[in-house]
């Protein structure tokens, strides 16, 4: 044994010999191995980090994988610390990757992938289907070749498609859809649209429909007609006739314009600008319940009593519809709150509208209040830009009366839908959410006992938060309507954590979220594929069709599409924040934050006034980290044992450092 380790270091002497190699491998086959993935330093070095430990990867063998890499290594010890050499590739980070176009000082191209942690240049190729002459500084997809662990060759990529040249205005916009895989265009439309619906519509174009949405909105798809239900002159209730855009009456079932929105599943509402679903000649124009237009609509007549509470089944019906007015929020809720010089209704008949709509969706939020569950009310930020797509101002925009009276009506149709199509077609297209993930009801329920009970009623909070009474809708609503009273926001976010998905589903299940038990949106089909699918199964039903339930593939794209949208309007925002603070960092200005996370690394905060992300490293929060502790349970950084910060918590901060490259603000917190 002691010859086999003399030769093994002279591997040019014996590279060739078989027998040495053999025994090479079982010394080393013989050594731990581990499954981790790669995380690099801003150093040559890096780590492997596995479920268990960790271990330090020199910087020789992390030329041989990059950040993120989930490969197989070996052990060794090394002055008597463990480290991992690479061995082989499980998953490379890379596969299809946004980056942009460099070329060394030999003039051969290369591509710097848009990863905060991956720096190294990888050498690249462009493919012949790739016409333009590509620049420094352009941004292009590309996909890895070669990976030093699977192909015994260096890092090297293929460039796939110039996404956007580097000096484009509105490159975050491109890069991101390229990113998430998301079309720039709106649907290729037809040349013609024909009314595909053979069935009978009612005309109820003589009713005094009204739309009401922001005042540049042009996909408009529902309208809203409303009047007191009276008996022996006393109002006794209110019937709300919902009016919604029916663009499946020009679309065939096989046609592209269906597959490509089967695709899609969403409209891309983005800063500035939205990317239709449909094509815009449906969307904005056809299908849009423009005013004084007669429009094919899908109707639902809903009849509650005085309290809000449904008292009737909803009749739905095919008709002829037309919109009187084009309202928007900001104007009704002017005229509502009384403000100077506010917009006024042209007609008594709008105001009639209005003002009954009004007094419907106050009844409507006390009802749910009660029934179900309202969540704190949470501004939206708009980014208002110019042309060239530079970002003017950010706007915090809260919902006014006029958006809760839209909102309102649209819940209460939804809620007729689910149980509606339930008992009607026994399918659909359902919006579900089951409250707290089971691998996290445990956590959840001691949580809650930790914060809320005391020795006078730990018996009752022990059954009512019990495991088994939180995975019920009615345990789980009363859970939330016990911490509403509590100041602040922290009993929410911390729950949060211990939340599931939400989901669709082809069956009628409860949505946590909202307190209901059903739920199934078929107000947007302009907007939302889902909606064009309960469309056609209500269709179905009315004209005493078989039901078709919707493929689990539909569920599933559904799913993905809804995240990637997500993902795209987060990653163009943060990118936006960064452009529009990068001309202020040298001001430090000021802000108040809430704190949205705490981990080892620091804190990560939201500017109350825009909405921006920033993170506020540990180091700059207290100069002895060896102080400083994360409690995991609580979500909260502890300081020489005491409890100084936690996720809901309000602290003032100041912006110091804007990173373009990476997408990111750093601040500093002031005491």
């Given at each position: 044994m002691c010859c086999a380790f003399y030769f093994s270091s002279e591997e040019i002497m014996f590279q060739n010999n078989p027998l040495l190699s053999q025994l090479k491998q079982q010394i080393r086959d013989s050594k731990p191995h581990v499954e981790g993935v790669v995380k690099a330093s801003d150093k040559a070095f890096g780590f492997l980090e596995t479920d268990k430990e960790s271990y330090f990867i020199a910087p020789p063998d992390m030329k041989k994988v990059m950040h993120g890499d989930k490969i197989k290594a070996v052990i060794e010890e090394a002055n008597g610390k463990k480290q991992a050499v690479p061995e082989e590739l499980i998953e490379p980070m890379l596969t299809r990757f946004i980056a942009k176009v460099r070329f060394n000082k030999d003039k051969k191209l290369q591509v710097l992938v848009d990863h905060p942690n991956i720096n190294q240049p990888i050498g690249a190729n462009q493919l012949k289907s790739v016409k333009e002459e590509l620049q420094e500084g352009d941004w292009v997809v590309a996909t890895l070749k070669t990976h030093p662990l699977r192909d015994d060759r260096f890092l090297f990529a293929n460039i796939q498609s110039l996404i956007c040249r580097k000096d484009d205005e509105f490159a975050p916009w491109w890069v991101t859809l390229a990113r998430h895989e998301q079309s720039r265009y709106p649907v290729q439309g037809q040349a013609s649209y024909e009314m595909l619906d053979t069935q009978t519509r009612e005309d109820l174009t003589a009713l005094h429909f009204v739309t009401i949405d922001s005042e540049s909105t042009q996909d408009m798809d529902d309208a809203l007609f409303i009047e007191k239900i009276e008996e022996n002159g006393v109002q006794t209730g209110w019937r709300l006739v919902v009016a919604i855009a029916d663009p499946t009456a020009y679309i065939a079932l096989d046609s592209q314009i269906e597959k490509d929105a089967r695709q899609r599943c969403f409209t891309n509402y983005l800063p500035g600008f939205n990317i239709p679903m449909l094509p815009r000649e449906l969307s904005d124009d056809l299908c849009s319940l423009v005013p004084n237009e007669s429009r094919p609509a899908l109707v639902c007549y809903i009849e509650t009593d005085m309290q809000g509470e449904i008292t009737?089944?909803?009749?739905?019906?095919?008709?002829?519809?037309?919109?009187?007015?084009?309202?928007?929020?900001?104007?009704?809720?002017?005229?509502?709150?009384?403000?100077?010089?506010?917009?006024?209704?042209?007609?008594?008949?709008?105001?009639?509208?209005?003002?009954?709509?009004?007094?419907?969706?106050?009844?409507?939020?006390?009802?749910?209040?009660?029934?179900?569950?309202?969540?704190?009310?949470?501004?939206?930020?708009?980014?208002?830009?110019?042309?060239?797509?530079?970002?003017?101002?950010?706007?915090?925009?809260?919902?006014?009366?006029?958006?809760?009276?839209?909102?309102?009506?649209?819940?209460?149709?939804?809620?007729?839908?689910?149980?509606?199509?339930?008992?009607?077609?026994?399918?659909?297209?359902?919006?579900?959410?089951?409250?707290?993930?089971?691998?996290?009801?445990?956590?959840?329920?001691?949580?809650?006992?930790?914060?809320?009970?005391?020795?006078?009623?730990?018996?009752?909070?022990?059954?009512?938060?019990?495991?088994?009474?939180?995975?019920?809708?009615?345990?789980?609503?009363?859970?939330?309507?016990?911490?509403?009273?509590?100041?602040?926001?922290?009993?929410?976010?911390?729950?949060?954590?211990?939340?599931?998905?939400?989901?669709?589903?082809?069956?009628?299940?409860?949505?946590?979220?909202?307190?209901?038990?059903?739920?199934?949106?078929?107000?947007?089909?302009?907007?939302?594929?889902?909606?064009?699918?309960?469309?056609?199964?209500?269709?179905?039903?009315?004209?005493?069709?078989?039901?078709?339930?919707?493929?689990?593939?539909?569920?599933?794209?559904?799913?993905?599409?809804?995240?990637?949208?997500?993902?795209?309007?987060?990653?163009?925002?943060?990118?936006?924040?960064?452009?529009?603070?990068?001309?202020?960092?040298?001001?430090?200005?000021?802000?108040?934050?809430?704190?949205?996370?705490?981990?080892?690394?620091?804190?990560?905060?939201?500017?109350?006034?825009?909405?921006?992300?920033?993170?506020?490293?540990?180091?700059?929060?207290?100069?002895?980290?060896?102080?400083?502790?994360?409690?995991n349970d609580e979500l909260a950084l502890y300081i020489n044992g005491e409890r100084k910060y936690k996720i809901g918590d309000i602290v003032k901060v100041q912006l110091i450092e804007v990173k373009e490259e990476t997408r990111s603000l750093i601040g500093n917190l002031i005491s």
């Open positions: 009737n089944k909803p009749r739905f019906l095919s008709a002829t519809v037309q919109s009187k007015a084009k309202l928007a929020y900001n104007w009704v809720s002017d005229y509502l709150e009384q403000q100077e010089n506010a917009w006024q209704p042209e007609t008594a008949e709008i105001a009639e509208q209005v003002h009954n709509l009004h007094q419907f969706a106050l009844a409507r939020i006390q009802w749910r209040k009660t029934h179900g569950l309202l969540f704190k009310e949470k501004p939206d930020y708009s980014f208002v830009l110019a042309e060239n797509g530079h970002v003017q101002e950010i706007k915090a925009e809260h919902r006014r009366i006029a958006n809760q009276m839209i909102e309102e009506s649209m819940i209460i149709a939804n809620i007729c839908c689910a149980h509606y199509l339930d008992e009607q077609a026994k399918t659909g297209i359902f919006n579900t959410h089951k409250g707290f993930d089971s691998k996290f009801l445990t956590n959840a329920h001691n949580f809650l006992m930790a914060n809320f009970a005391n020795d006078e009623n730990r018996a009752e909070l022990e059954q009512g938060y019990g495991v088994d009474n939180l995975s019920t809708l009615t345990g789980y609503c009363q859970m939330r309507h016990d911490i509403e009273p509590y100041e602040g926001d922290y009993y929410e976010l911390r729950l949060r954590r211990f939340l599931t998905f939400a989901e669709f589903k082809s069956e009628l299940a409860p949505h946590f979220g909202l307190g209901l038990t059903g739920y199934a949106t078929w107000t947007s089909p302009i907007r939302k594929y889902s909606d064009m699918v309960n469309h056609r199964l209500i269709k179905a039903t009315l004209a005493n069709q078989p039901c078709e339930k919707p493929a689990d593939e539909i569920l599933v794209r559904l799913q993905e599409a809804r995240r990637q949208n997500r993902l795209v309007e987060r990653d163009i925002a943060d990118w936006l924040y960064c452009r529009y603070l990068a001309e202020k960092v040298s001001e430090k200005p000021e802000f108040d934050a809430e704190v949205q996370d705490v981990m080892r690394g620091g804190m990560r905060v939201q500017l109350i006034e825009n909405g921006a992300s920033v993170f506020i490293p540990a180091s700059t929060i207290h100069p002895n980290k060896d102080e400083m502790e994360v409690n």
